[in-house]
């Protein structure tokens, strides 16, 4: 799956758009590597994403196409 489609279907970032965007600028790094947007996520992954104040680094833990609003904190793991 694109890293901007699983920051969007995860609700880490709300909009694709933005994900891309922020992939674009150079703010969202995977395995400490600068990624695209359509950079193929795999689990085990770690994901780094310095858009605001506090950056945020979260562990993919599984992949889906859809994702309920419930079970979001399935698919990533907060590492700091």
Known sequence: MRLDKYLKIT???KR????NDACDA?????N???????Y???????IEINIGQKPLKVK???ISDFVK????????????
């Open 40 to 46: 193929d996520v795999k689990v085990g992954d770690i």
């Open 16 to 19: 694709r758009t933005v994900a």
């Open 26 to 30: 150079g703010k969202v790094s995977v």
């Open 11 to 13: 609700r880490i970032i």
């Open 60 to 62: 993919v833990t599984s």
């Open 32 to 38: 400490n590597k600068i990624a695209r947007a359509s």
């Open 69 to 80: 609003k419930e079970d979001v904190s399935d698919y990533y793991k907060v590492i700091e």
